[in-house]
């Protein structure tokens, strides 16, 4: 995958796994993937994942500060799993899963 789709639906597609992901995991392989290697890009995407949670499609199921720095030192690192309702959108979006 090389940035050819929607951003937040190529993340419905990575959690489409349906396994535990952090973040910062997530944030990286979709930096790579579409050429977002700034601070904006890796906080733009961040926030992606931010509205596909408050909109129901991600559920956080641990939350860590980032002692280590592997985001952003301080901050508040967390592990999603994508939901049902997830799933059915991912489906809707034609993403062959």
């Known amino acids: ?3 050819d789709i929607p951003i937040k639906f190529r993340l419905l597609e990575l959690f489409s796994d349906e396994k535990e992901h952090w ?3 997530i944030v990286g392989q979709i930096q790579k993937e579409y050429g977002m290697d700034s601070n904006f890009g890796r906080d733009s995407i ?3 994942i931010l509205e596909l949670a408050s909109g129901g499609m991600l559920r956080s199921v641990e ?9 952003k030192k301080g901050f508040l690192l967390h592990k999603y799993v994508i939901t049902d309702f997830g ?3 991912a489906a809707d ?3 062959n899963l």
Request: glycine share 8%; aromatic share 12%; charged share 35%.
């Open 23 to 25: 973040n910062y995991e």
């Open 87 to 89: 799933k059915a959108r």
């Open 46 to 48: 961040n926030f992606d």
């Open 63 to 71: 939350s860590k500060v980032d002692e280590d720095g592997v985001y």
């Open 93 to 95: 979006t034609c993403l």
């Open 1 to 3: 995958m090389t940035g």
